[in-house]
């Protein structure tokens, strides 16, 4: 073959490989803070104050039936990303028994290096990913997004607690990429009453960063992990006062104003067409805020317990011309299966080395189908419950210790249920009790044991009770302990800018998590 053949067949694989790249999907997840399943108008909250992500409804998939892989932040975060429940992959305690716990500035763990996250799966296959917001999967540097697949990061590690005295607490950093830009409270303000520009600068950012990667051509994913709704509630001048729900109503509001700039942004590029974008939340509204915080809708409970309200997720799909349009899915979903659609979307194989918990939901997208599987949900170092097709089956009930709820730390407001939302942990295990969530979403009235009904369902969820414990293998606890000396101190950057703090003697010790 001539020199001139072989560069013409060489330029040709260049350019077939090139529009491989360019052919592949890019994919945006919208993840929210505490918001609960009753927060969107499109699940039915009265006051209809989210008229772009009802939308986006419209225009896509409603998926009913999605839950986070945990109650609570840093484990369902972990989740998301490595496709595997926390127990699996460490983002959890086993210091005492069934409690959350995630991962405050003073954690000495964070995600391992052994979790495969399917962002680095994309980065090694071409494309190029952003996240924006809280990463909240440890913040020392080891930890970080941007070694564990990330390209660009604008967001801080922790949540936006505060303020410090810098003293004897730091005030939690913001980065742009490896370096600290700034902290919440001094450069990246959050007033007592709730103002701030954040979500504003996070909207800017996406749309900066997919603009930038659509003129590029390169496929992209980009993780839009925005905290607004999470405590202490925060919204822009432009949006405080505008809800009939309060501050938390803003900051919802502005929030689906940000949902549907990226929405028309993607029209406005032509990309569209080549996006999936899903929008859900991490876990359940956190009630014990009361009138400050979300709605779960029709469930029991919420943030912190394995109720309905604690897990159970507003999601929805978006990809025009591939999800039709008003569809709704009875698909029992996970925030987990989103690493297993992504990485069949783009083409790249799913790590057969582990058990990954997520499923493929291209099917369900794309034909509207169901596939059979059960949901597990964890709290801690415990298995609280499952449900397989429309019964759950709880074999501990706890929401949180009495003497927390007499201190005024109500996680189940105005739902007590007797045997129920326990301040014990109460273990059922031999005789678990079994709800039908399709006449009794609520979780209010049992099945007795003695019924045809509890005979015929109990021994199939056993089995994949039995199925699931014979092949789990426990993760090493990545949440038991902390260390003040690990704080947000001396953040990478801060010498920069003259800001690095310092940090006192090493006092590793049991963390203590109360619920």
Same mark, same amino acid.
């Given at each position: 073959?001539?020199?001139?053949?072989?560069?013409?067949?060489?330029?040709?694989?260049?350019?077939?490989?090139?529009?491989?790249? #360019?052919?592949?999907?890019?994919?945006?997840?919208?993840?929210?803070?505490?918001?609960?399943?009753?927060?969107?108008?499109?699940?039915?909250?009265?006051? +209809?104050?989210?008229?772009?992500?009802?939308?986006?409804?419209?225009?896509?998939?409603?998926?009913?039936?999605?839950?986070?892989?945990?109650?609570?932040?840093?484990?369902?975060?972990?989740?998301?990303?490595?496709?595997?429940?926390?127990?699996?992959?460490?983002?959890?305690?086993?210091?005492?028994?069934?409690?959350?716990?995630?991962?405050?500035?003073?954690?000495?763990?964070?995600?391992?290096?052994?979790?495969?996250?399917?962002?680095?799966?994309?980065?090694?296959?071409?494309?190029?990913? +952003?996240?924006?917001?809280?990463?909240?999967?440890?913040?020392?540097?080891?930890?970080?997004?941007?070694?564990?697949?990330?390209?660009?990061?604008?967001?801080?590690?922790?949540?936006?607690?505060?303020?410090?005295?810098?003293?004897?607490?730091?005030?939690?950093?913001?980065?742009?990429?490896?370096?600290?830009?700034?902290?919440?409270?001094?450069?990246?303000?959050?007033?007592?009453?709730?103002?701030? #520009?954040?979500?504003?600068?996070?909207?800017?950012?996406?749309?900066? @960063?997919?603009? +930038?990667?659509?003129?590029?051509?390169?496929?992209?994913?980009?993780?839009?992990?925005?905290?607004?709704?999470?405590?202490?509630?925060?919204?822009?001048?432009?949006?405080?006062?505008?809800? !009939?729900?309060?501050?938390?109503?803003?900051?919802?509001?502005?929030?689906?104003?940000?949902?549907?700039?990226?929405?028309?942004?993607?029209?406005?590029?032509?990309?569209? !067409?080549?996006?999936?974008?899903? @929008?859900?939340?991490?876990?359940?509204?956190?009630?014990?805020?009361?009138?400050?915080?979300?709605?779960?809708?029709?469930?029991?409970?919420?943030?912190?317990?394995?109720?309905?309200?604690?897990?159970?997720?507003?999601?929805?799909?978006?990809?025009?011309?591939?999800?039709?349009?008003?569809?709704?899915?009875?698909?029992?979903?996970?925030?987990?299966?989103? @690493?297993?659609?992504?990485?069949?979307?783009?083409?790249?194989?799913?790590?057969?080395?582990?058990?990954?918990?997520?499923?493929?939901?291209?099917?369900?997208?794309?034909?509207?189908?169901?596939?059979?599987?059960?949901?597990?949900?964890?709290?801690?170092?415990?298995?609280?419950?499952?449900?397989?097709?429309?019964?759950?089956?709880?074999?501990?009930?706890?929401?949180?210790?009495?003497?927390?709820?007499?201190?005024?730390?109500?996680?189940?407001?105005?739902?007590?249920?007797? !045997?129920?939302?326990?301040?014990?942990?109460?273990?059922?295990?031999?005789?678990?009790?079994?709800?039908?969530?399709?006449?009794?979403?609520?979780?209010?009235?049992?099945?007795?044991?003695?019924?045809?009904?509890?005979?015929?369902?109990?021994?199939?969820?056993?089995?994949?009770?039995?199925?699931?414990?014979?092949?789990?293998?426990?993760?090493?606890?990545?949440?038991?302990?902390?260390?003040?000396?690990?704080?947000?101190?001396?953040?990478?950057?801060?010498? +920069?800018?003259?800001?690095?703090?310092?940090?006192?003697?090493? !006092?590793?010790?049991?963390?203590?998590?109360?619920?």
């Amino acid at each position: 073959m001539s020199s001139c053949s072989v560069c013409l067949v060489g330029l040709l694989l260049i350019c077939l490989s090139t529009e491989h790249i #360019n052919a592949r999907p890019n994919f945006v997840i919208m993840l929210m803070d505490d918001m609960g399943w009753g927060d969107l108008g499109v699940y039915g909250n009265p006051e +209809k104050e989210t008229p772009n992500l009802d939308a986006m409804a419209a225009e896509g998939m409603l998926l009913p039936n999605f839950y986070s892989a945990n109650p609570l932040c840093s484990p369902s975060r972990a989740s998301l990303l490595s496709g595997r429940l926390p127990i699996r992959n460490g983002f959890y305690s086993n210091n005492a028994h069934a409690r959350n716990a995630y991962t405050p500035q003073d954690i000495a763990g964070g995600i391992p290096d052994a979790e495969i996250l399917f962002p680095e799966l994309l980065q090694s296959n071409g494309y190029r990913s +952003k996240i924006i917001g809280k990463w909240h999967l440890g913040q020392q540097p080891q930890y970080h997004p941007l070694k564990h697949g990330f390209d660009e990061w604008f967001g801080a590690p922790n949540c936006h607690f505060g303020p410090y005295d810098d003293k004897k607490t730091p005030n939690i950093p913001v980065y742009r990429d490896a370096d600290m830009v700034g902290r919440y409270y001094e450069d990246f303000m959050i007033t007592s009453d709730g103002e701030s #520009n954040l979500t504003q600068i996070y909207i800017q950012e996406a749309l900066t @960063f997919i603009q +930038k990667e659509a003129a590029s051509k390169q496929p992209f994913l980009l993780y839009w992990a925005v905290d607004a709704t999470h405590g202490p509630v925060y919204a822009s001048p432009a949006f405080m006062g505008t809800s !009939n729900r309060g501050r938390y109503g803003d900051a919802v509001r502005e929030l689906d104003f940000g949902a549907g700039a990226i929405l028309k942004q993607l029209k406005t590029l032509g990309i569209d !067409n080549n996006t999936l974008v899903i @929008f859900s939340s991490d876990n359940g509204a956190a009630t014990y805020a009361k009138t400050g915080g979300g709605s779960n809708g029709p469930f029991l409970c919420g943030k912190e317990t394995t109720f309905e309200g604690g897990m159970r997720e507003p999601t929805i799909a978006w990809w025009p011309g591939k999800i039709g349009a008003g569809q709704v899915s009875h698909q029992l979903g996970s925030l987990m299966d989103l @690493f297993t659609t992504i990485l069949e979307l783009a083409g790249i194989q799913s790590p057969t080395d582990r058990i990954i918990d997520g499923i493929s939901l291209t099917n369900t997208l794309f034909n509207n189908q169901e596939t059979d599987r059960e949901i597990f949900y964890y709290r801690g170092d415990e298995l609280m419950a499952v449900r397989q097709g429309l019964y759950k089956a709880h074999l501990w009930t706890w929401t949180n210790s009495i003497e927390e709820f007499n201190k005024g730390t109500d996680f189940c407001p105005g739902q007590e249920i007797a !045997n129920v939302t326990t301040h014990d942990q109460v273990n059922n295990t031999m005789q678990p009790l079994l709800f039908h969530l399709g006449t009794d979403p609520g979780e209010k009235y049992l099945i007795h044991p003695m019924s045809h009904e509890y005979r015929k369902t109990i021994p199939g969820i056993q089995a994949a009770i039995m199925k699931h414990k014979q092949t789990l293998v426990r993760g090493t606890p990545q949440l038991n302990y902390c260390d003040s000396s690990l704080m947000n101190w001396a953040p990478t950057g801060c010498e +920069k800018l003259g800001r690095c703090l310092k940090a006192p003697p090493s !006092n590793r010790e049991l963390c203590v998590w109360e619920h």
